[in-house]
């Protein structure tokens, strides 16, 4: 199901809010779901430096919507393009170990895309997703 606007949650709530519940294992009327972007409270082992070698990269999927845009359905060609232009003009500002090389899948070469594909940073042509 997907909800082309904000609103949309509480215009349809009987209908969402069940199916949201049931997704993320929680119960809305207890409070939801609360971000923690502390990464001090990740109960995850530090990386040995002989483990980490092996970590070549990561990727990141940005799937929600940003503040003052409607959601992925809702968005015109000209949002889609405002809001690429406002997360790349971030993005070049990581430096040292995060900074990496954005691909804009409209600019594309066909060898970086096959590159990437390979690697599986890219959904290959014709990917249900």
Do not use: C, Q, W
């Not at 409270?41 to 929600?64: F, G, Q, V, W």
């Amino acid at each position: 199901m997907y909800a082309g606007f904000p609103e949309t949650y509480s215009a349809f709530k009987k209908l969402f809010t069940p199916i949201i519940e049931d997704y993320h294992k929680y119960d809305l009327a207890k409070g939801g779901h609360t971000n923690d972007m502390d990464h001090s409270k990740l109960n995850a082992p530090a990386l040995e430096a002989e483990d980490a070698k092996y970590i070549r990269s990561t990727r990141m999927r940005i799937a929600r919507n940003l503040e003052d845009f409607p959601l992925g359905p809702g968005m015109s060609n000209i949002m889609r393009e405002t809001v690429e232009k406002s997360i790349v003009s971030e993005l070049v500002k990581f430096e040292g170990d995060l900074a990496g090389k954005y691909y804009p899948l409209a600019d594309m070469s066909e060898e970086d895309r096959a590159s990437l594909e390979a690697d599986h940073f890219l959904f290959s042509k014709g990917d249900r997703f």
